[in-house]
Nanobody
């Protein structure tokens, strides 16, 4: 079992920045891939970004590429999402996820990000 706890969400004006953090604990040795997803009411959860925990290989959704940066601190077992040039359409609950690579097996509780216009 892996526990994931997100933090760093909040209210920001359009064009502003936020950094989300996701602290992991438990049996994290199997969490080869970690990532961020987001969800708004009435919509499916969508992929935002992911990173391989050892190699640091990243991938991004087209909607955030160039504005968001995913990174990790292996020593702290913490995942980050730096979000710049935020837009109102980035408003969502952001979830941290982890898994062995074949699926996303563990999820955090989510943190709200609200971007005002």
């Amino acid at each position: 079992q892996v526990q994931l706890v997100e933090s760093g969400g909040g209210l920001v004006q359009a064009g502003g920045s936020l950094r989300l953090s996701c602290a992991a604990s438990g049996r994290t040795f199997s969490s080869y891939v970690r990532g961020w997803f987001r969800q708004t009411p009435g919509k499916e959860r969508e992929f935002v970004a992911a990173i391989t925990w050892t190699g640091g290989i990243t991938s991004y959704a087209d909607s955030v590429r160039g504005r968001f940066t995913i990174s990790r601190d292996n020593a702290k077992n913490t995942l980050y999402l730096q979000m710049n040039s935020l837009k109102p359409e980035d408003t969502a609950v952001y979830y941290c996820a982890a898994g062995p690579g074949s699926n996303w097996s563990d999820w955090g509780q989510g943190t709200q990000v609200t971007v005002s216009s």
